[in-house]
């Protein structure tokens, strides 16, 4: 069982950043690939960006590009999504989720943890 929690969501403005954290329980952290979902109101989860278990490999959404990093510290048994550059069009709630591949995972049902989410909101 891995059990994750995020924080670090808040409000800010367009052009703002913010760092999450998901930190996770458990002594097999490093085996698991880890991702970042988000959820806005009335619109279908969203993948944002994955990195696999040794932190070699990342992948992201097109819409994030450029303005996100994936990133994981195997000893803290944390992974980070840095954001830079928000747009409104970010605000969502963010989750972390835990996936035993060895791969870099894109869809949600393809994860078998979850956290509970920290809300993201960016003004324009």
């Known amino acids: 069982q891995v059990q994750l929690v995020e924080s670090g969501g808040g409000l800010v403005q367009a052009g703002g950043s913010l760092r999450l954290s998901c930190a996770a329980s458990g002594r097999t952290f490093s085996s698991y690939a880890m991702g970042w979902f988000r959820q806005a109101p009335g619109k279908d989860r969203q993948f944002v960006a994955v990195?696999?278990?040794?932190?070699?490999?990342?992948y992201y959404a097109d819409s994030v590009k450029g303005r996100f990093t994936i990133s994981r510290d195997n000893a803290k048994n944390t992974v980070y999504l840095q954001m830079n550059s928000l747009k409104p069009d970010d605000t969502a709630n963010y989750h972390c989720?835990?996936?035993?591949?060895?791969?870099?995972?894109?869809?949600?049902?393809?994860?078998?943890?979850w956290g509970q989410g920290t809300q993201v909101t960016v003004s324009s």
């Open positions: 989720a835990a996936a035993t591949t060895l791969g870099t995972p894109t869809s949600y049902d393809q994860y078998d943890y």
């Open positions: 990195i696999d278990w040794r932190g070699a490999r990342t």
